[in-house]
């Protein structure tokens, strides 16, 4: 059984044999009767992961930076490219290494120096780079919008807070207390509040396309006779389509930083298109099933972004437009159907956002809980665990803390930007340490070959259903901190130039907010943010970078150094019961399968073996404390 086992950086995985190699079940230890992801609901579950509350919120901020429609539309083109490029990127990954964790497992697998670096800064971005707040955020704009609350409320012995804010804060307050105590109702309520989302969008387009081409006619009543007979004669009218002129009207105003700030938003908008590859152990045929429905999935997005992009422009005046905040849905069902009904609407966007928000929250409970199984979190034991109620509370709560404190900080005018920017630059971030590994996973060989004239690494042939993808004996390379290429054998590999075009968009997309924004023409600060410096969130996504490269010296060197010990690392399998330590609880007999430590040998997964009893199970982390003179303490 320890032959057929493989470890890329730090996951142990079961290579596949036979014909199970080529759709990728065997590749870890989850049974077959386990994986209940078809390609129907792998294209619904990114779907609904990338549509949130960008479409609802994003499109007036993104027109306020781009300043006329067609920069605005081209913004929303590009970042559906960005995304593309994306796709493929993450494609490639998910069907070579078709396990469940996202880019953990990437980067785990490419960087193997330093030992736990990478998991370690990326532990960190799971905790604290999570978009909650920001759709939290929108959640209170529209509740406030949609019942005519006033603008700040205040309580006694408390300071006035904006009410956006307080719904915003309650919103959070409900989620947690929904999935902390109760899975199954959390997830029902989340699946019926998202039930009618793709149909709502589509009844947008064709409410808008029919308002913009009616003709000119009274009103009887508040709603007129015809759609949009009440908006050409109550309302500013759109002329953002009218001409060519009157589409690109305000091009001249924009600059660099402000582009790539609405990029941003955009993009902020796309992010989900990898969600597949956080479930892989759960997908039935994983490599066939993502290659198919994720191409699908953010083909139907771009479509149905585009076109709603386009009646926005249709029917809200440009200038309104621009100065909605969060709420141009509302103004936009405010003009085809009247005032009454945008109340209505916002309520009903409201409940959307809602929704994404309970569906966020779950996934996002569960990413810590999964970096707790990892051992690397302080406190491990207690982020991994499902106590008291079988549903991950304490990374629930975790969440919940951060987004309240993130929510607190930024000047209230400015924080929905603030929060979406730095979601979208921690996103860029990690997309270009993922597209940089695989790049330098393709061309370290040859920059090797270039300075030593031997090259030590040979692509192997196209993969056969006897080859495993990847080879649990093939760890060393000219460049030691950088996993092998030559088992590297994906079924799909995405074309060179959308990896290299991914990876140079998302440097641009990195270096470009650091240049200072132009100013307006009335002579007002560039930028879009109110009160902050045009670089907050640029500080802010890095700074999260420093804090896990600063914890993983402190825990990984400088205490072991410090105390005289080293740690060890054994991979455990289901040894849980009914999941007290946050594994599913069902395969309570396995020990220790490898231990890890500063005296195994990184290049072929490190550690020395221990013991194998029986795999089944969620597999996760113990550390040890070995003292130099062999005393063993149990961290």
Not at 21 to 27: L, V
Not at 229 to 235: A, F, H, L, Q
Not at 304 to 318: D, P, Q, S, T, W
Not at 452 to 475: A, D, E, K, Q, V
Request: aromatic share 12%; with cysteine; glycine share 10%.
């Amino acid at each position: 059984m320890l032959d057929s086992s493989s470890s890329y950086g730090d996951t142990t995985v079961v290579p596949a044999h036979g014909g199970a190699a080529q759709h990728g079940e065997h590749f870890d230890n989850v049974p077959h009767s386990k994986r209940k992801l078809g390609t129907t609901s792998v294209v619904f579950l990114i779907f609904n992961r990338i549509i949130g509350t960008g479409i609802y919120a994003t499109p007036s901020t993104i027109l306020l930076s781009a300043r006329s429609p067609a920069l605005a539309l081209l913004m929303w083109l590009v970042g559906a490219s960005i995304a593309a490029m994306g796709l493929a990127v993450y494609i490639e990954f998910g069907t070579t290494l078709p396990r469940s964790g996202g880019e953990k497992n990437y980067v785990e697998y490419i960087y193997l120096r330093p030992r736990f670096l990478a998991t370690c800064i990326y532990a960190f971005y799971g905790v604290m780079a999570n978009l909650s707040a920001a759709n939290s955020l929108v959640f209170g704009e529209y509740a406030a919008h949609a019942f005519s609350l006033p603008s700040s409320l205040s309580f006694p012995l408390l300071p006035s807070l904006p009410t956006p804010l307080i719904l915003a804060l309650l919103a959070l307050s409900f989620n947690l207390l929904l999935h902390g105590f109760s899975v199954r109702l959390g997830l029902g309520l989340s699946n019926v509040l998202g039930f009618g989302k793709l149909a709502f969008l589509c009844f947008i387009v064709i409410a808008g396309v029919v308002g913009m081409f009616v003709s000119d006619s009274p009103c009887t009543g508040d709603m007129g006779t015809h759609i949009g007979g009440c908006w050409r004669n109550r309302y500013p009218r759109s002329t953002s389509l009218d001409s060519w002129h009157t589409f690109w009207e305000g091009s001249s105003e924009i600059g660099v930083n402000s582009f790539v700030t609405g990029l941003y938003n955009v993009i902020w908008s796309f992010i989900g298109y990898s969600n597949a590859n956080y479930a892989l152990s759960e997908i039935s045929r994983p490599i066939q099933t993502i290659k198919r429905a994720a191409p699908l999935a953010l083909l139907s997005v771009t479509l149905l972004y585009l076109a709603v992009n386009i009646v926005y422009l249709g029917v809200v005046e440009k200038g309104e437009m621009m100065g909605s905040g969060e709420i141009v849905a509302a103004l936009f069902f405010r003009n085809l159907f009247g005032e009454a009904t945008g109340k209505v609407l916002s309520a009903l966007i409201a409940l959307s956002t809602l929704g994404n928000l309970l569906a966020g929250q779950f996934t996002q409970g569960r990413i810590i809980q999964e970096l707790g199984r990892e051992g690397i979190l302080p406190f491990s034991p207690f982020f991994a665990s499902n106590k008291p109620f079988n549903t991950p509370l304490p990374g629930l709560f975790t969440q919940y803390a951060v987004s309240c404190a993130v929510l607190l900080t930024p000047p209230a005018g400015d924080a929905y930007l603030f929060l979406v920017n730095m979601s979208s630059y921690c996103n860029t971030l990690i997309n270009t340490v993922v597209a940089l590994g695989l790049i330098l996973l393709y061309y370290s060989p040859s920059v090797s070959s270039f300075f030593s004239h031997s090259p030590s690494l040979t692509p192997s042939s196209t993969p056969s259903s006897s080859t495993p993808l990847i080879s649990p004996h093939s760890r060393t390379t000219s460049f030691p901190w950088i996993a092998p290429l030559s088992r590297w054998n994906p079924p799909f590999r995405a074309p060179k130039i959308l990896l290299i075009g991914f990876f140079v968009s998302n440097l641009l997309l990195i270096a470009v907010p650091l240049v200072p924004p132009a100013p307006r023409a009335d002579g007002a600060r560039g930028g879009v943010y109110k009160s902050l410096p045009y670089w907050s969130h640029v500080v802010a996504a890095l700074s999260i970078s420093l804090v896990g490269t600063l914890y993983w010296y402190v825990w990984s060197r400088w205490l072991p150094r410090h105390y005289g010990y080293r740690l060890e690392r054994q991979v455990v399998y289901g040894d849980a019961k009914d999941g007290d330590d946050g594994s599913e609880g069902e395969d309570a007999d396995v020990v220790d399968v490898r231990v890890e430590g500063e005296g195994g040998d990184e290049a072929d997964g490190g550690g020395r073996v221990v013991g194998v009893l029986k795999t089944g199970g969620v597999s996760r982390y113990v550390f040890r404390k070995v003292r130099v003179d062999g005393l063993v303490a149990a961290s």
